[in-house]
Structures are given as C-alpha cells and as structure tokens.
C-alpha cells in the first residue's frame, strides 16, 4: 500500500509508484478474480499484521494501472466490476487513503462522473475529453453497472466510442453492467453495426455471456439482424483461432505477493 502523498506525486507513472512500494507476501488467486473478493484476502493479511489496533478494512484502496496516462483510484463500491486482471500492471497495487478526504473525494468525482456520462450519451467529445483531464476515469460506473462507454454504444456516439477505445485498456471494453452486458451486447441489442465493428477491432470479448447466457452473436440473432449475427459469429470464430494453444484467462492462476513495512504495501503478480 503506498502512501497517499506519494500516490499524488506519482499518479501519472505507476512505475514510480512501484518503486515506493515493498513487496510482502504470496496469495495465489485466479485471474478472474473480483476485487471485492482480493480486498476480502488483503484486509485479512492487514489485520494480521496490524500491531496498532487500527481498523484498516475501510483505509486503502485499489489502483487501476491499466491506463497509459495515469494511474486512477478505484472506488471501493465498483470493486466487484473489476477482475484482477482488468487492472493488472506488474502486480495489484493499493494506496492508503484518508478517509475524511476521501469522502470528499467521491462526492466531487459522483458529480463529475455523471456529467462524463451526460456527455458520451450526448456526444459531447469536447466534454468528455475535459472530463477525464480532470482525473475521473472512463472505466467509472454508475449505479447500474454502466460504463461510459456503455452509454455512448447506447445512445449511437461513434465518435465517443472510437476516442474511449483508444483510451483505455482491453480489459475496459468489457466491462459489465449489472445485466452482465459488455457495451458489444449493447451494440447488438440497439443495432449499431458500426460500432460493433469499432468494439470488435478494438478486441473485445465476442464470446462473453451476459447474465442470461446470451453472447452478442446470440442477441443480434433475437433482434432479427442476421447479417450482424453472422458477422460475429466469423470474428468470435477468429477470435477462438488466435487464442488456439493459449490459457485462458479463466484457466490462469495469478500469484499475488504482498510485502508489509510501515509505508506501503503492493500485491506483485
């Protein structure tokens, strides 16, 4: 867990962020691991080793590194959205925080986040490229699990679309809402060919299910656009071909080492 202050120095390099932290013990976890799940199994390790009586379940948390521009809190109500690997850089890195501050924190970044949400859903670029300077990350979530990538797919922004692609990771194209549905399955359900397209040439997962079991493929199928359908099922056919020989990340065990000091503490895969 690395210090607050130095967190702010170093925001824009989690290399250097790194180099502050130490590494501390082993936990073995699988990739597709929830965050919610690693907080549990890291407030254990604390308390063990908390010789002060703090409560440390509510003073840390963790750090998305999946962003070539800077490194973003992660806000501990959205941690079941995240998978480890959704925010892996060398390890799963953790910041202590203050709470006071921190409070303040998510209540200026819930406003900002809905005025990121606002402009994708209006396509409002300009907005949203003011937006996410100010340091809230495209990957933020509202309530329901949606993304603002989710909203620009439903509300048929291409340009949106094509500038949160180049943004943000892999992984972030398949961020789920509370349904189970990427901003792909969004795409077939709203029938924008286009983006679809977009989504896929920017890698993602064509065979992911929703919470129903249904992929995009499938979705395009029930809304009668069987040249969408058929254009998927070739890329996710593609898809399975390029990864042939390959472990999956549902097959991937991570392991996750954790060091304690009295400054900082980073989980290092």
């Not at 170093?10 to 501390?24: G, M, P, Q, R, S």
């Not at 973003?72 to 109500?77: G, L, W």
């Not at 603002?148 to 180049?166: D, G």
């Not at 989504?199 to 992911?208: E, K, P, T, Y």
């Amino acid at each position: 867990m690395t210090d607050f202050e130095d967190y702010k120095k170093n925001f824009h390099d989690i290399k250097k962020i790194a180099e502050v932290a130490t590494l501390k013990t082993t936990v073995n976890v699988e990739s597709r691991c929830d965050l919610k799940y690693l907080r549990i199994l890291i407030d254990e390790f604390l308390n063990k080793e908390n010789k002060e009586g703090v409560d440390l379940e509510s003073c840390w948390c963790f750090l998305d590194a999946s962003y070539s521009d800077r490194v973003y809190r992660i806000d501990p109500a959205q941690e079941g959205l995240y998978d480890v690997t959704d925010i892996l850089e060398d390890g799963i890195f953790i910041v202590k925080i203050n709470e006071e501050e921190e409070a303040e924190r998510r209540v200026k970044e819930d406003v900002l986040t809905q005025d990121l949400i606002k402009a994708c859903s209006e396509g409002d670029l300009s907005k949203v490229e003011s937006v996410q300077q100010s340091g809230v990350s495209l990957s933020r979530a509202d309530i329901y699990g949606r993304s603002p990538l989710h909203y620009a797919v439903i509300n048929n922004r291409p340009e949106v679309v094509e500038y949160i692609v180049s943004h943000v990771s892999v992984s972030a194209l398949n961020q789920v809402d509370d349904t189970g549905q990427t901003a792909l399955h969004k795409a077939a359900i709203f029938r924008v060919p286009s983006i679809c397209t977009t989504l896929v040439h920017a890698g993602a997962d064509i065979a992911r299910k929703d919470y129903n079991g249904n992929t995009a493929a499938m979705i395009a199928t029930e809304m009668g656009n069987n040249k969408l359908s058929s254009y998927l099922l070739e890329q996710e056919k593609s898809q399975e071909e390029d990864s042939d020989g390959q472990e999956t990340s549902e097959s991937v065990v991570d392991s996750c080492q954790v060091e304690k000091n009295d400054r900082s503490i980073v989980s290092q895969c």
